[in-house]
């Protein structure tokens, strides 16, 4: 298959879907898939006319069922090295200029949960069940799991995952906070881009500095947290868009915000 052909974007009105499209593998990310990603997300990152971004994986069978372990026969912790010394698709999404929606439809397993927790809102279908069974491999996550799951789900729940292998289902996915929604199989993706439309008709310098303050909250003492946030709210003063949104509320008519 083409790379090009292994993640396929399109668009619907401001949001860009990019699909995962390896389904006979149930997505697995090999080295390729990896690369197009990448190549996907800084794309839609550079469209002017794209404001969010959505995520998911071709088929119903899987998001993304992990790494593609066949590229792990015969690999030397120097090969592995070199490998994760590259481009991260997970730091891609999470360092993504505008917001990234999970879409997840079937197994998200491994890397592909990982992938999953890198993205800023996770909507998932009631047939997906999530896992980190790296342990089985005799292996641990590697893609971030060991940090942003702890941070989404609590340590305890976190180290459940981690340490037996097992899945979980989208119900207890929603219950641990996992994931922010379940809806039916065939309508997943309809409801994350409702999500993303909803998102890019707020105002792109807003959403930024939001975007920025929150997950920053995960690493910074709350005082210095409290001092970046203060200074973005004040950054959003000097844009067009906290005038438009201001004189729009005014005027109690919708605001249509430019991304200045």
């Excluded at 997300?41 to 998001?63: C, M, N, P, S, Y």
């Excluded at 906070?177 to 997943?188: A, F, M, T």
């Amino acid at each position: 298959m083409d790379n090009a052909e292994l993640v396929i974007p399109e668009k619907r009105g401001r949001v860009a879907i990019l699909t995962l499209n390896r389904p006979e593998k149930r997505n697995a990310l090999n080295t390729a898939l990896r690369r197009s990603l990448i190549a996907a997300l800084q794309a839609a990152a550079q469209d002017d006319e794209v404001r969010a971004i959505v995520v998911t994986g071709a088929g119903d069978k899987a998001f993304v069922a992990g790494a593609d372990i066949s590229e792990f026969e015969g690999r030397s912790p120097v090969d592995q090295y070199r490998v994760m010394s590259g481009p991260s698709i997970y730091s891609a999404v999470e360092e993504s200029a505008k917001p990234v929606i999970a879409a997840i439809n079937g197994f998200c397993l491994g890397g592909g949960m990982e992938l999953a927790l890198a993205c800023d809102i996770r909507i998932a279908s009631t047939s997906a069940r999530f896992g980190q069974p790296e342990v089985n491999l005799g292996i641990l996550p590697g893609g971030g799991g060991t940090q942003r799951l702890p941070r989404v789900v609590g340590q305890g729940s976190a180290l459940y995952m981690i340490l037996t292998g097992e899945m979980i289902d989208a119900t207890e996915a929603l219950r641990l906070g996992l994931v922010q929604e379940v809806v039916e199989p065939g309508s997943v993706v309809a409801r994350a881009v409702e999500v993303a439309t909803t998102i890019a008709s707020k105002s792109p310098v807003a959403v930024a500095a939001a975007r920025e303050a929150t997950r920053a909250a995960l690493s910074l003492p709350l005082a210095d947290g409290l001092k970046l946030e203060r200074a973005l709210f004040q950054l959003c003063f000097a844009s067009e868009d906290k005038v438009e949104g201001v004189r729009a509320f005014l005027e109690k008519r919708p605001a249509e915000f430019r991304g200045r």
